[in-house]
């Protein structure tokens, strides 16, 4: 079995029952983890603080896999998240870019359109004030940068701009 289909079948059974303590089963201890409603996540720690504000908010999100390609250095895993809101399920569609190194992701750059979860955010009332003391998607405070979205989320300007 080829690095790349080892990863994502970590994937898929870190997915199955997903905690912040499971992590480190997929992410390398450098990881750099990018999305939408996310200030850029560097290290081990700030992704397992940030996927716990998040499962405080959506505690029965769940990820399926739909399809993946990719080589043993770089891997596209296209996903469809899922939760229950109000006996409702939302879902929207993921693609999550990976680099690997020693078998775990170094760098993760998520797509997702957040549109359809604000939607149901903000239709639901009663879900505003477990956002709110959550503490997870804050877009206002992303402290996103071009380099983000260019594959370079590792590098760090070393001299100032022209």
Same mark, same amino acid.
């Given at each position: 079995?080829? @690095? ?6 970590? +994937? #898929?059974? +870190? =997915? ?9 089963? #997929?992410?390398?201890?450098? #990881? ?16 397992? @603080?940030? +996927?716990?504000?998040? =499962?405080? !908010? ?17 891997? !596209? #895993? ?12 939302i879902e929207w569609p993921n693609i999550d870019r !990976? ?15 957040p549109l359809p979860l604000l939607s149901a955010i ?10 709110? $003391? ?20 590792? $590098?760090?300007? $070393? $001299?100032?701009?022209?």
């Amino acid at each position: 079995m080829q @690095e790349s289909e080892q990863f994502v079948a970590k +994937f #898929i059974d +870190f =997915w199955n029952d997903p905690s912040p303590q499971r992590m480190p089963e #997929i992410l390398h201890p450098d #990881i750099v983890l990018t999305q939408p409603l996310a200030a850029p996540m560097r290290g081990i720690a700030a992704a397992q @603080e940030e +996927f716990r504000r998040i =499962w405080r !908010f959506l505690p029965d999100l769940r990820a399926q896999v739909d399809r993946w390609r990719g080589d043993p250095d770089l891997l !596209f #895993i296209e996903v469809r998240l899922h939760v229950h809101v109000r006996g409702d399920l939302i879902e929207w569609p993921n693609i999550d870019r !990976f680099v690997l190194r020693d078998g775990k992701a170094i760098e993760r750059m998520n797509y997702f359109d957040p549109l359809p979860l604000l939607s149901a955010i903000l239709k639901r009332p009663s879900l505003w004030r477990r956002w709110w $003391t959550s503490g997870a998607a804050r877009p206002w405070r992303t402290g996103h940068r071009i380099a983000d979205y260019g594959g370079r989320a590792n $590098t760090t300007r $070393t $001299t100032s701009p022209k």
